[in-house]
């Protein structure tokens, strides 16, 4: 069976540090990976996503992610935080019609 | 484009009652999901729709059914309310297949008493 593992329930970082989000899967085939970010209260949001290609992908808000099929990984990057990255983190893979979402990841950013 | 909406964005219910959540996107998208969110179990899947008239089982369908008649609209019912339903609910749909970024509605958050 598919699933996604967010190994960190909880992130503090201060302001301006780098941040590292990890993420896990495990499926046989080479998956759809996303990254979903959601403030409190809101919808979620895509950061980035990976089907193919370049291992290193780009999102919005100056994330990145890379994908490393030898450790089933796709972790998310992002060199300087700010305040307004505080929200929660959702990896996702999905297989054929069904998306399945890590346990997600709290960020929390200090000044 | 209004985007995901969902109606209603908060409810309460006695254990037992039925409702129906709605949920509406105005993008053409084919494929249309139903998520419960709760406390670290992130997002689970409940039901789907490829496109209309056609739906499917996620991964917690129990306890809630769904019909998909307009491309447009696919609404998700309690048949008999349980406490085990209270939960924040989101909607979303994508461009075909699932496989495709989705877009979320705003959720609506259901308390069962």
């Known amino acids: 069976a598919q699933s996604v593992t967010q190994p960190d329930i909880h992130i503090t970082v201060s302001e301006g540090a780098s941040l590292e989000l990890r993420c896990n899967y495990s499926y046989g085939a080479t998956p759809y990976l996303f990254w979903y970010v959601q403030s409190p209260g809101q919808g979620l949001q895509l950061l980035l996503k990976y089907f193919s290609g370049d291992t290193l992908v780009q999102g919005i808000k100056g994330f990145e992610a890379e994908f490393k099929r030898s450790q089933s990984s796709f972790n998310l990057r992002k060199p300087s935080v700010h305040w307004s990255d505080a929200a929660e983190y959702f990896c996702?893979?999905?297989?054929?019609?069904?998306?399945?979402f890590g346990t997600g990841t709290s960020l929390t950013v200090i000044p | 484009n209004a985007g995901v909406t969902q109606t209603p964005k908060f409810q309460v219910l006695k254990t037992g009652q039925s409702m129906t959540l709605q949920c509406a996107q105005d993008?053409?998208?084919?494929?249309m999901s139903w998520y419960r969110q709760d406390p670290g179990m992130g997002l689970r899947l409940i039901h789907y729709s490829v496109g209309a008239g056609i739906t499917d089982q996620g991964e917690v369908p129990n306890g809630y059914n769904v019909s998909r008649s307009t491309t447009e609209d696919f609404p998700l019912r309690l048949l008999s309310a349980a406490p085990s339903q209270t939960s924040v609910y989101f909607c979303?749909?994508?461009?075909?297949?699932?496989?495709?970024?989705?877009?979320f509605g705003p959720g609506t958050r259901l308390t069962v008493l």
């Open positions: 993008m053409n998208h084919e494929y």
């Open positions: 979303a749909s994508s461009y075909q297949r699932g496989n495709n970024e989705q877009f």
């Open positions: 996702a893979v999905v297989t054929g019609n069904q998306f399945y």
